[in-house]
DNA sequence: GATCCACGGGAATACACGGATG
DNA sequence: CATCCGTGTATTCCCGTGGATC
């Protein structure tokens, strides 16, 4: 356990012995400075990022692995640390009139999911390269789209852009991201990181290198999981036979682990334990969806979205029989302030994304018109509904 | 005044089924 | 028997409006 978490751990504990020390370090969608287990791929992404250290930039790339294998952490962290040990080597003022040279690329992370339009595309790469703060309204696409052709206009300086979560429902995809990223200027380079295997993707749009990211291994899971036990939880509050249960259990998805964890882990603490039981484990586990969206991505959806989600999630089942219902109940839960078309619009929209499902209700007899659908939950519903309470402070 | 984007609302379309039609 | 039609819902699609920001 690294210093920080030691000093939090102690920070957060008020002397009562709380389960549950650190939300944030059980939490699936935030990821450490190191990342376990994923040796031979932060190898291989660094021969990749090689030529960085000449001052050149590497090819496009695209990172691909199937959900829960790590691709966000491995490559957030990369970009990170290079973007640290890369900056302090030359002190750079960047403007968007005037980049003073350089010898080594910028490196800016894109997440896709706030980057969902052109302008937020460009706005998001401009915002990480210049100083400067860029307005996020009141100027057109054309003129982001220049500005930030100004900046990349000195070609003594590069950038290299990761842009992650490609090709999910709400995202743009390979093409499109190539097709945004590829006229802008050659010294803009890019690396993708999506689940899709190169294999579905047209040949066209992929870029020259493709980099695997593998599932985890059993062991790594035990691995990853005992680390984020040891930071986020009190001191022995998993067994290690629990650990390597829910990591078998996983299959190999570190998200799906971790979100297990956290529900269990919250499940406990709401018991007054002071570890968590084998039956906390157990409806942590079920509690989770399989396959299960990440949830980062809800997270990451607009406030009113995550507004609708958190009053379906405490509907009852009668009220989520059908799109109608649950409509009618949400749009008159407390906090909700949008009209029903909206909330009916929404819940139709997050379906469409595999957020929620609409289940079809079987026939019944003697009943007129089209059936209406039951919308059930695709995503950790206990995990979203802890940290949006407590991030809105509820 | 310009711009982006979320809302809201309504029109168009899809689906399910029983009954009529060819 | 296969198809079409009418009725009633469910679902999708689309676009004007307005808030917030520059």
Same mark, same amino acid.
């Given at each position: 356990?690294?210093?920080?978490?030691?000093?939090?751990?102690?920070?957060?504990?008020?002397?009562?012995?709380?389960?549950?020390?650190?939300?944030?370090?059980?939490?699936?969608?935030?990821?450490?400075?190191?990342?376990?287990?994923?040796?031979?791929?932060?190898?291989?992404?660094?021969?990749?990022?090689?030529?960085?250290?000449?001052?050149?930039?590497?090819?496009?790339?695209?990172?691909?692995?199937?959900?829960?294998?790590?691709?966000?952490?491995?490559?957030?962290?990369?970009?990170?640390?290079?973007?640290?040990?890369?900056?302090?080597?030359?002190?750079?003022?960047?403007?968007?009139?005037?980049?003073?040279?350089?010898?080594?690329?910028?490196?800016?992370?894109?997440?896709?999911?706030?980057?969902?339009?052109?302008?937020?595309?460009?706005?998001?790469?401009?915002?990480?390269?210049?100083?400067?703060?860029?307005?996020?309204?009141?100027?057109?696409?054309?003129?982001?789209?220049?500005?930030?052709?100004?900046?990349?206009?000195?070609?003594?300086?590069?950038?290299?852009?990761?842009?992650?979560?490609?090709?999910?429902?709400?995202?743009?995809?390979?093409?499109?991201?190539?097709?945004?990223?590829?006229?802008?200027?050659?010294?803009?380079?890019?690396?993708?990181?999506?689940?899709?295997?190169?294999?579905?993707?047209?040949?066209?749009?992929?870029?020259?290198?493709?980099?695997?990211?593998?599932?985890?291994?059993?062991?790594?899971?035990?691995?990853? !999981? $005992?680390?984020?036990? &040891?930071? #986020?939880?009190?001191? /022995?509050?998993?067994?290690?036979? @629990?650990? %390597?249960?829910?990591?078998?259990?996983?299959?190999?998805?570190?998200?799906?682990?971790?979100?297990?964890?956290?529900?269990?882990?919250?499940?406990?603490?709401?018991?007054?334990?002071?570890?968590?039981?084998?039956?906390?484990?157990?409806?942590?586990?079920?509690?989770?969806?399989?396959?299960?969206?990440?949830?980062?991505?809800?997270?990451?959806?607009?406030?009113?979205?995550?507004?609708?989600?958190?009053?379906?999630?405490?509907?009852?089942?009668?009220?989520?029989?059908?799109?109608?219902?649950?409509?009618?109940?949400?749009?008159?839960?407390?906090?909700?302030?949008?009209?029903?078309?909206?909330?009916?619009?929404?819940?139709?929209?997050?379906?469409?994304?595999?957020?929620?499902?609409? !289940? $079809?209700?079987?026939? &019944?007899? #003697?009943?007129?018109? /089209?059936?209406?659908?039951?919308? @059930?939950? %695709?995503?950790?519903?206990?995990?979203?509904?802890?940290?949006?309470?407590?991030?809105?402070?509820?």
């Amino acid at each position: 356990m690294d210093l920080k978490s030691r000093i939090r751990r102690r920070q957060r504990n008020d002397g009562s012995t709380r389960l549950v020390v650190d939300y944030d370090a059980i939490n699936p969608a935030v990821h450490v400075e190191e990342p376990t287990g994923r040796g031979p791929v932060l190898e291989r992404l660094l021969d990749y990022v090689e030529p960085v250290f000449e001052g050149d930039l590497p090819p496009d790339a695209y990172v691909f692995g199937p959900s829960g294998s790590g691709k966000s952490a491995v490559v957030t962290a990369l970009f990170e640390q290079l973007r640290r040990v890369l900056s302090q080597s030359a002190s750079i003022i960047h403007t968007s009139t005037r980049v003073l040279t350089s010898d080594t690329p910028t490196f800016v992370y894109v997440d896709a999911r706030e980057a969902a339009s052109d302008f937020a595309l460009y706005h998001a790469i401009l915002d990480g390269i210049v100083e400067e703060t860029v307005p996020q309204q009141g100027i057109g696409l054309d003129s982001i789209r220049s500005r930030l052709q100004d900046a990349l206009e000195p070609y003594d300086s590069s950038v290299l852009v990761a842009v992650d979560h490609v090709g999910e429902p709400e995202t743009y995809g390979l093409a499109e991201i190539a097709g945004r990223l590829e006229p802008m200027a050659d010294s803009l380079g890019w690396t993708a990181i999506g689940r899709a295997a190169p294999a579905s993707i047209a040949d066209d749009v992929l870029p020259p290198e493709r980099i695997e990211v593998p599932s985890y291994e059993r062991h790594a899971l035990v691995d990853i !999981v $005992t680390e984020r036990a &040891s930071s #986020g939880l009190a001191r /022995r509050a998993l067994q290690h036979e @629990e650990t %390597r249960q829910l990591a078998s259990w996983a299959d190999g998805n570190a998200h799906d682990a971790l979100a297990a964890l956290f529900a269990a882990a919250h499940r406990a603490a709401g018991s007054g334990r002071s570890r968590i039981h084998h039956e906390d484990l157990s409806a942590g586990m079920d509690g989770i969806p399989r396959p299960s969206v990440s949830i980062g991505r809800v997270l990451a959806l607009s406030d009113n979205r995550k507004v609708v989600l958190r009053a379906l999630i405490d509907l009852d089942e009668a009220a989520r029989e059908s799109v109608d219902a649950a409509t009618a109940a949400i749009a008159a839960s407390d906090g909700v302030d949008l009209s029903e078309s909206t909330v009916k619009r929404f819940l139709y929209e997050l379906a469409e994304a595999g957020i929620t499902e609409r !289940v $079809t209700h079987p026939r &019944s007899t #003697g009943e007129i018109g /089209r059936p209406p659908s039951r919308v @059930e939950p %695709r995503f950790p519903t206990l995990v979203f509904r802890q940290l949006y309470d407590l991030r809105s402070g509820v």
